[in-house]
């Protein structure tokens, strides 16, 4: 059985040591759309080292490598075409306030969870990011969909999510990005060809390479922290969203933002063509 709950879940992917600096920490900031007015005193807070502040949303670099050890065929339970894995949805709990600048880290991926969804499986990463004298830092978990191999009789899982409020947004947040977006954000660890490669996006159905859904992930987390948040990365205790479409490079990703006590809602879809981005996003406030 190319899927087996019973053996995968609770099974090591991947561990590792991440040492970041703030130049590790700028870059992400720029791949995520940062310092497009280079003078302006809020945009240099994220793209200088004096003062330097770190999008909570940077937590998912240094957990990124715990959980690539999937794509081997290590974990037991779990044999699948990496060519049908889909990353469907992404979760941080952000325990350090404020994040490091700079920083030595340990991650650790487990299987936290198999459901089977018919058509697919679909896989949950936990993967536990501490310092370097153990105290924690992040807990990401990573959603990824395993096309054509459910059907294996498991637990669906929890249905829905939790969509925006039906009110008018209570602020919109436009994101213009680059043509060459997705290649700054390669540089940040996932060399993806889907990302760079037109031949290899062309076979996989797309006009041309698209943007990292963990890009789009992370330019609205930032159009949330600066339009909602007064820039205030550490207000934000977790953060979760389900990839719901793609950004082409160059496209401007329109974030809509509703604040609803300690929760913040976001809708994110691409202004030129009306499709969505990010679906069910919550932010959760400390």
């Given at each position: 059985?190319?899927?087996?709950?019973?053996?995968?879940?609770?099974?090591?992917?991947g561990?590792?040591?991440?040492?970041?600096?703030?130049?590790d920490?700028i870059?992400?900031?720029?791949?995520?759309?940062?310092?497009?007015?280079?003078?302006?005193?809020?945009e240099?807070?994220?793209?200088?080292?004096?003062?330097l502040?770190?999008?909570p949303s940077?937590?998912?670099?240094?957990?990124?490598?715990?959980?690539?050890g999937?794509?081997?065929?290590?974990?037991?339970?779990?044999?699948?075409?990496?060519?049908?894995?889909?990353?469907?949805?992404?979760?941080?709990?952000?325990a350090?306030?404020?994040?490091p600048?700079?920083?030595?880290?340990?991650s650790?991926?487990?299987?936290?969870?198999?459901?089977?969804?018919?058509?697919?499986?679909?896989?949950v990463?936990e993967?536990?990011?501490t310092?370097?004298?153990?105290?924690?830092?992040?807990?990401?978990?990573?959603?990824l969909?395993?096309r054509?191999?459910g059907?294996?009789?498991?637990?669906?899982?929890?249905?829905?999510?939790e969509?925006?409020?039906?009110?008018?947004?209570?602020?919109?947040?436009?994101?213009?990005?680059?043509?060459?977006?997705?290649?700054?954000?390669r540089?940040l660890?996932?060399r993806?060809?889907?990302?760079?490669?037109?031949?290899?996006?062309?076979?996989a159905?797309?006009?041309?390479?698209?943007?990292?859904?963990?890009?789009?992930y992370?330019?609205?987390?930032?159009?949330?922290?600066d339009g909602m948040?007064?820039?205030?990365?550490?207000?934000?205790?977790?953060?979760?969203?389900?990839?719901?479409?793609?950004v082409?490079?160059?496209?401007?990703?329109?974030?809509?933002?509703?604040r609803?006590?300690?929760r913040?809602?976001?809708?994110?879809?691409?202004?030129?063509?009306?499709?969505?981005?990010?679906?069910?996003?919550?932010?959760?406030?400390?």
């Open positions: 059985m190319p899927v087996d709950p019973t053996q995968a879940v609770g099974a090591l992917v561990e590792g040591t991440t040492t970041w600096d703030s130049g920490v870059l992400y900031h720029l791949a995520v759309g940062a310092g497009s007015d280079p003078v302006a005193p809020g240099l807070a994220y793209c200088y080292e004096v003062g502040k770190v999008l940077f937590g998912v670099i240094p957990a990124q490598g715990a959980m690539l999937l794509l081997g065929g290590r974990v037991p339970g779990l044999s699948f075409n990496p060519m049908l894995l889909l990353h469907g949805e992404q979760e941080i709990e952000v350090a306030r404020p994040v600048a700079a920083a030595t880290a340990r650790v991926g487990r299987v936290a969870a198999v459901y089977d969804k018919g058509k697919a499986a679909l896989v990463v993967v536990e990011t310092g370097a004298s153990g105290e924690p830092l992040f807990r990401n978990r990573f959603s969909f395993l054509g191999e059907g294996f009789g498991g637990d669906p899982g929890p249905r829905g999510g969509p925006p409020p039906e009110e008018a947004p209570d602020m919109v947040v436009e994101s213009p990005t680059l043509p060459q977006q997705a290649l700054l954000y540089l660890g996932d993806n060809p889907l990302h760079a490669d037109p031949a290899f996006a062309a076979a159905g797309f006009e041309r390479p698209i943007l990292h859904g963990l890009c789009s992370g330019v609205a987390c930032k159009a949330a922290v948040l007064a820039g205030d990365p550490g207000a934000v205790a977790g953060y979760r969203a389900r990839f719901a479409g793609v082409l490079p160059g496209e401007t990703i329109v974030t809509s933002l509703w609803r006590g300690d913040l809602h976001l809708a994110a879809a691409t202004k030129e063509r009306g499709t969505p981005v990010l679906a069910n996003a919550v932010i959760t406030l400390r």
